[in-house]
T-cell receptor, first 111, second 112 residues
């Protein structure tokens, strides 16, 4: 079945860039998403990319997709303490199909 | 534009009881999905409804069920609760464009 993997933890200093990585196994993945979850809250959609794209930039966020290696990354520029949260990578093969999530990467931003 | 609304936010139930959770999607969204989040299993897909029909179902026992009403609001029901059903239950709604699933804040269910 489909599998999405992420590293569990990342620690950066405030002002640095953060790069969160994700690998997936489903070659039919069409839509790939990044979600953010703060303590006690639901999931906030940060950004998404379609499989026919290599890169997408949205303000401080840059998503890179290497479809050949099935590797997705999220770069957060100028990381702030408010960026401390758990970040989930998710994929789906089609619109309104089930999302398969990674286990989440906990980002800790040190002042 | 109002977001996805889930009620209640918190629930405490006893083993063997049943529970109903509610989700109101973003206006205009006809697809509603439910996910279970636990520390051990992470985020797992329960089921998805579109126009009152269940289109997709995850790998959960029949004690987990759901429905969707004509106004796209959805409910999920868990019968004969077990301790392992303690989790954060998240509802998401989406349009037909693939530009993302908007999640609610979740219902935290504790089974004692």
């Amino acid at each position: 079945g489909e599998d999405v993997e992420q590293s569990l933890f990342l620690s950066v200093r405030e002002g640095d860039s953060s790069v969160i990585n994700c690998t997936y196994t489903d070659s039919s993945s069409t839509y790939l998403y990044w979600y953010k979850q703060e303590p006690g809250a639901g999931l906030q959609l940060l950004t998404y990319i379609f499989s026919n794209m290599d890169m997408k930039q949205d303000q401080r966020l840059t998503v890179l997709l290497n479809k050949k290696d099935k590797h997705l990354s999220l770069r957060i520029a100028d990381t702030q303490t408010g960026d401390s949260a758990i970040y989930f990578c998710a994929e789906t093969p089609g619109v309104q199909r089930a999302l398969t999530f990674g286990s989440g990467t906990r980002l800790q931003v040190q002042p | 534009k109002a977001g996805v609304t889930q009620t209640p936010r918190y629930l405490i139930k006893t083993r063997g009881q049943q529970v109903t959770l509610s989700c109101s999607p973003i206006s205009g969204h006809r697809s509603v999905s439910w996910y279970q989040q636990t520390p051990g299993q992470g985020l797992q897909f329960l089921f998805e409804y579109f126009s009152e029909t269940q289109r997709n179902k995850g790998n959960f026992p029949g004690r987990f069920s759901g429905r969707q009403f004509s106004n796209s609001r959805s409910e999920m029901n868990v019968s004969t609760l077990e301790l392992g059903d303690s989790a954060l239950y998240l509802c998401a709604s989406s349009s037909a464009t693939g530009d993302g699933y908007t999640f609610g804040s979740g219902t935290r269910l504790t089974v004692v």
